[in-house]
T-cell receptor
Framework: DVKVTQSSRYLVKRTGEKVFLECVQD?????MFWYRQDPGLGLRLIYF???????EKGDIPEGYSVSREKKERFSLILESASTNQTSMYLC?????????????FGPGTRLTVL | DQQVKQNSPSLSVQEGRISILNCDYT??????FLWYKKYPAEGPTFLIS?????DKNEDGRFTVFLNKSAKHLSLHIVPSQPGDSAVYFC????????????FGKGTKLSVKP
């Protein structure tokens, strides 16, 4: 079974703090993704990476950065957390199967910025 | 502009009956479609997928239908169970998109006992 783990399930931070969200997958997947989920807005892609040290902006990259130093690990960084970054953050990894790419998600991190 | 649309934010169904969740897309380059199920405070779970070369895929109680000419897919759950109550996301991808999926905004399914 694919296993995607995220470092924290719940996190509370203060405005202006630097926040690190870690994601690890154990299936040797090439691609990794960070999303945020907000009510009524669905899943919005923040950044993705298709290889070590490679990163691409998604739909809402502002206020975020990422790091992928190892294939299995993809980190999301909030340089200076703000209250509008309070959200559920979801990490995923994917492989290209015979028919198409299937993403597998971690359990999510509920981040609250006060 | 939304490329994948789930026009019903919510759906309520009686236990034992059929649940039908719908999804429309606009991009004719999409060739792979997926459904995910999400419980509150958890990550989405992959449910079922379908390639554009097929028009139906079945897995137990779950069947996905694809109508390419109408750019429409649907997920049928038969029979519906209270444990199926969750948010369901439709997603689509195109070859060469580096694994990117385009998600709909989700439909919240409530199955009443």
């Amino acid at each position: 079974d694919v296993k995607v783990t995220q470092s924290s399930r719940y996190l509370v931070k203060r405005t202006g703090e630097k926040v690190f969200l870690e994601c690890v997958q154990d299936m040797d997947h090439e691609n990794m993704f960070w999303y945020r989920q907000d009510p009524g807005l669905g899943l919005r892609l923040i950044y993705f990476s298709y290889d070590v040290k490679m990163k691409e902006k998604g739909d809402i990259p502002e206020g975020y950065s990422v790091s992928r130093e190892k294939k299995e690990r993809f980190s999301l960084i909030l340089e200076s957390a703000s209250t509008n970054q309070t959200s559920m953050y979801l990490c995923a990894s994917s492989f290209l199967g015979a028919q198409g790419d299937t993403q597998y998600f971690g359990p999510g991190t509920r981040l609250t910025v006060l | 502009d939304q490329q994948v649309k789930q026009n019903s934010p919510s759906l309520s169904v009686q236990e034992g009956r059929i649940s039908i969740l719908n999804c429309d897309y606009t991009n004719s380059m999409f060739d792979y479609f997926l459904w995910y199920k999400k419980y509150p405070a958890e990550g989405p779970t992959f449910l079922i997928s379908i390639s554009s070369i097929k028009d139906k895929n079945e897995d137990g109680r779950f069947t996905v239908f694809l109508n390419k000419s109408a750019k429409h897919l649907s997920l049928h759950i038969v029979p519906s169970q209270p444990g199926d109550s969750a948010v369901y996301f439709c997603a689509a991808s195109a070859r060469g998109s580096q694994g990117n999926l385009i998600f709909g905004k989700g439909t919240k399914l409530s199955v009443k006992p």
